[in-house]
């Protein structure tokens, strides 16, 4: 889940990406910020997936943001994991 704020710069309005927030285990995927508020490091992955028909979950769209932990624990649970070493 991505946390975003609106900041009020000259002339419009711009959203700052404060936080992403794994949707597995709730904690920050934020590796890195400096001193500056606009720049920090995410470490995550984007699972996503769009049913197509027949599926039982016709047209149906699903995505979320999980921490490297989460999704080493998701993957170790695949049959064939595709995982590069």
């Not at 991505?2 to 711009?14: D, I, L, M, N």
């Amino acid at each position: 889940m991505q946390k975003t704020r609106t900041e009020h710069v000259p002339a419009h309005e711009v959203e700052v990406l404060e936080d992403i927030i794994c949707d597995s285990c709730g904690e920050s995927c934020k590796v890195y910020e400096s001193k500056q508020d606009w720049e920090a490091v995410f470490d995550y992955a984007r699972l996503s997936a769009n049913w197509g028909y027949c599926s039982g979950r016709d047209t149906e769209r699903h995505s979320a943001d999980i921490c490297v932990k989460c999704f080493d624990n998701i993957i170790k649970k695949f049959k064939h994991p595709t995982l590069e070493e």
